[in-house]
């Protein structure tokens, strides 16, 4: 039977979650992809549903009512081969026994914004236009990287071009949003919801901590490379090594290019 084209086909997504808000946000905007979306709020139910409709992709909560949801991963491979999505937080021994089981797909640690969630989904199942866009960022076990950038998601240990470099707490939360987002433009508003979840920070703290974060990153702190300011926009991070003639345009016609 030939394969199904996700271009042109509407795909099957299972949604488990005990979270009604997050039930709720997360189904709004897989459906605005075009996805059919299940919703269910446990793994015995999420279950009987795979085995039944195979959908072409599960994503559930780690905290579920039932079980964990390591464990409905686990489960789910001898009842569908859909990929499978997991959210929350987990310990270095369950991502341990994740990689070694090879029960989950792929992995967003919370807090996550909903849009992570829906390019994560869309790149499982194949969308070309999100496959290309992930390409920037790579984690393997619990390194992050980007370009000659590098995250140790345990320790907070950050390199540059092998040169470790110290940073503070706020600036390790900054750096791995743009990272996790790139290359992907992020808005004032998600960083500082990622960084400061508690709602301690703000956009005049914001500009601060990327200037301070230009400063251990950038050769130039004044004319940076990797931090850029898209005005209008938000921040994005480039990789260093290449010169990008439609980047330089933009910030030589942009006279705020470098503002924070």
């Known amino acids: 039977m030939p394969g199904r084209d996700v271009t042109t086909m509407q795909r099957t997504v299972l949604l488990v979650t005990g979270d009604d808000e997050l039930s709720r946000q997360l189904g709004t905007r897989l459906t605005g992809e075009g996805m059919t979306v299940a919703e269910v709020n446990s793994g015995i139910r999420a279950l009987a549903l795979a085995q039944v409709h195979e959908p072409d992709l599960v994503i559930t909560d780690l905290g579920l009512p039932d079980m964990t949801g390591l464990e409905l991963c686990d489960k789910l491979r001898t009842a569908c081969s859909a990929p499978t999505l997991l959210l929350g937080v987990m310990l270095p021994e369950e991502r341990e026994l994740a990689e070694l089981q090879e029960s989950v797909s792929d992995y967003v640690a919370k807090p996550f914004e909903p849009t992570q969630v829906v390019v994560r989904a869309l790149r499982l199942l ?32 950050v390199t540059v071009a092998g040169r470790e470099v110290r940073l503070r707490p706020t600036e390790v939360k900054l750096l791995r949003t743009l990272i996790e987002y790139s290359p992907r433009v992020v808005s004032p508003d998600a960083c500082v919801e990622r960084v400061w979840p508690n709602g301690s920070g703000d956009l005049a703290t914001l500009g601060d901590t990327v200037m301070s ?31 990008d003639p439609a980047a330089r345009a933009a910030d030589e016609d942009d006279p705020w290019g470098n503002a924070p």
């Open 126 to 157: 194949g969308a070309p236009r999100f496959a290309a866009e992930e390409a920037g960022a790579v984690q393997r076990g619990r390194l992050l990287s980007f370009g000659d950038l590098t995250l140790d998601l345990s320790t907070h240990r």
């Open 213 to 243: 974060l230009r400063a251990a990153l950038e050769d130039d702190p004044l004319h940076p490379r990797r931090i850029r300011h898209v005005a209008d926009y938000g921040y994005r991070l480039d990789v260093v090594g290449g010169d």
